[in-house]
């Protein structure tokens, strides 16, 4: 694994595994819904299969691009998650909550329960976890 830098997701990392920055928008540049659609299926199709290095630059053109759309941060989260950035995965879970404009989501808070998990934090890890519950639905 290359060497770790800062956590920050605006400043540059290392090529492998690395994770991509927060990207700055455009007013100017914006994806078409279909565009984005069409991006956003073959992103996660890139991350069912573990291909990181696929997924990576379109999640950055994603972000770049449809501003408004919070899903290119939480795969972003995830794939950090997956890479073993947790403290990274944690700050796009909170950039993507940003965009959710404070509405809980389910996946986020689980993500964020096992990024404070493998971080040792247990208490935040639990907090998150019964956020995760507490949008479940009893069978």
């Not at 990024?115 to 956020?131: F, I, M, N, S, V």
Request: some cysteine.
């Amino acid at each position: 694994m290359a060497a770790q830098q800062s956590e920050r997701p605006g400043k540059a990392m290392s090529p492998t595994p690395s994770v991509a920055p927060l990207p700055t928008v455009s007013a100017t540049s914006r994806l078409q819904p279909q565009q984005a659609v069409w991006l956003q299926e073959v992103t996660t199709v890139f991350l069912q299969c573990r291909q990181y290095a696929k997924a990576q630059p379109l999640l950055r053109l994603l972000i770049r691009l449809a501003p408004d759309d919070p899903a290119p941060l939480r795969q972003m989260a995830y794939l950090c998650y997956q890479l073993g950035r947790y403290e990274l995965a944690l700050k796009y879970c909170k950039a993507c909550e940003r965009r959710l404009q404070g509405a809980s989501e389910a996946r986020l808070s689980l993500l964020r329960s096992h990024c404070h998990l493998k971080l040792g934090q247990r208490e935040p890890a639990l907090t998150h976890y019964l956020q995760f519950l507490a949008t479940r639905t009893p069978s």
